[in-house]
């Protein structure tokens, strides 16, 4: 047993396993007080059924889906641009924080996104092209989007479009344009 307990302790001491641990321990915090929270207000909840007259109490959104739908934001690369690990980072979060913006506008698709844990997902496309017809069709549906157009000051030609985020909206309106995408 001590054994087992020292092999343990030592897979904790590296840097990706202690991450790991580290999320999933915060995802269980997380669905153990939203767990709390939900038993706690049986009431709210019967008030909520009784008033929707329907077994479901989600309201629909702004875009006509249920706020009550899983939601995520979809963050798609270039991968025609090569761009190194920290530059896609930093271009994955000029669209995040521009999906947030653009979301602040439509507060219970915002809320909505926000109960599912803000779930961003990075996928990748072939080039430009791609891109922008992709950004065409999810505003062709309603859904938010956006275009990080780069200052060129850094890996790529200034005005080059790297990363379009789609979303935060509900996953299988998502899926339908990003569905045959593969994670970056």
């Excluded at 997380?30 to 008033?51: G, I």
């Excluded at 507060?107 to 017809?133: F, R, V, Y």
Aim: hydrophobic fraction near 35%; aromatic fraction near 6%.
């Amino acid at each position: 047993m001590d054994s087992l307990l020292e092999l343990l302790f030592d897979l904790m001491k590296s840097p990706p396993i202690t991450i790991s641990l580290t999320l999933l321990f915060g995802y269980g915090l997380h669905k153990a007080f939203k767990r709390k929270e939900n038993a706690s207000q049986p009431e709210k909840r019967a008030k909520e059924k009784s008033d929707s007259g329907s077994e479901s109490s989600s309201s629909l959104s702004d875009d006509g889906s249920s706020a009550g739908d899983y939601c995520k934001l979809v963050l798609i690369v270039r991968n025609d641009l090569k761009m190194g690990k920290g530059k896609v980072a930093a271009q994955c979060a000029h669209a995040a924080v521009a999906a947030y913006k653009q979301a602040t506008k439509h507060p219970s698709i915002l809320k909505a996104w926000q109960n599912c844990g803000q779930t961003k997902i990075a996928l990748k496309c072939d080039n430009e092209t791609e891109m922008l017809s992709l950004y065409e069709a999810a505003k062709a549906i309603g859904l938010l989007s956006y275009v990080v157009r780069d200052a060129g000051q850094t890996q790529v030609a200034p005005g080059s479009l790297t990363v379009c985020s789609v979303g935060p909206g509900p996953c299988e309106t998502i899926d339908e344009i990003t569905g045959h995408l593969k994670l970056y």
